[in-house]
């Protein structure tokens, strides 16, 4: 099984429409982390989590927010959806003690 | 703050040949650098890290990557191209220092799209 898992992996919906990004992860990292790739800007980060009680906006932050539910779920969600939120979403965690991450297989969201 | 910059956004080459991907960055400390492959439709895989200890590292797949501090660079070569090689490559850039702004935080570059011809 995956060690980090991101649901839906597809998904279109309507400007204006909430969506909900979910990442789970079996890691067992406390470190939380979302991200957009766009082509030609590589990933740029959205918000991040160093523990369950610790939130924090990454460079694009405006538009998303996030909820970390327990240690191992972290959601991202775009409270009303917009054209140019279409992307491809990565959920990724790291331990306390490294700077690797680990990254899910990604979701992507068009928004029509 | 940190940046990374990679030189080239598609890079092609022939099976056999040699793979060299550029990767430059910029940092108030000696960083931590990485490089990752995105193959299609799949999410990021760590490819290999420095972490200060021998500068030249060497990661999976044959890949290796020198840390040159006076270069700036961190470039990611490989000897010999293979069909199974084309992906999408991204290097990033961390701070070290625990308690550092940037610390378990990382900043991508753009990324490189390696093409490989038979």
């Known amino acids: 099984d995956a ?22 992860q079996t890691k067992g990292h406390d470190r939380m982390y979302w991200y957009r790739q766009d082509p030609g ?36 969600s775009l409270e009303s959806a917009i054209p140019n939120q279409t992307a491809l979403y990565f959920c990724a965690t790291s331990a306390v003690s490294g700077n690797e991450q680990f990254f899910g297989p990604g979701t992507r969201l068009t928004v029509l | ?42 999410g990021l895989q760590l490819l290999l890290k420095y972490t200060s200890a021998a500068t030249l590292v060497k990661g999976i797949n044959g890949f290796e990557a020198e840390f040159k501090k006076s270069e700036t660079s961190f470039h990611l070569t490989k ?23 940037s610390y378990g935080k990382l900043t991508f570059g753009q990324g490189t799209i390696l093409t490989v011809h038979p």
Request: glycine letters at 6%; one cysteine or more.
């Open chain 1, 3 to 24: 060690d980090v898992t991101q649901t839906p992996r597809n998904r279109i919906t309507k400007t204006g429409k909430r969506i909900m990004l979910e990442c789970s």
């Open chain 1, 41 to 76: 800007l590589g990933l740029r980060l959205i918000y991040y989590s160093f523990d369950v009680k610790d939130i924090n906006k990454g460079e694009i932050s405006d538009g998303y927010s996030v909820s970390r539910q327990a240690q191992a779920k972290f959601s991202l």
């Open chain 2, 1 to 42: 703050a940190q940046s990374v910059t990679q030189l080239g956004s598609h890079v092609s080459v022939s099976e056999g040949a040699l793979v060299l991907l550029r990767c430059n960055y910029s940092s108030s400390v000696p960083p931590y650098l990485f490089w990752y492959v995105q193959y299609p439709n799949q």
């Open chain 2, 79 to 101: 000897p010999s191209a293979h069909m199974s090689d084309a992906a999408e490559y991204f290097c990033a850039v961390s701070d070290p220092l625990l308690g550092g702004t």
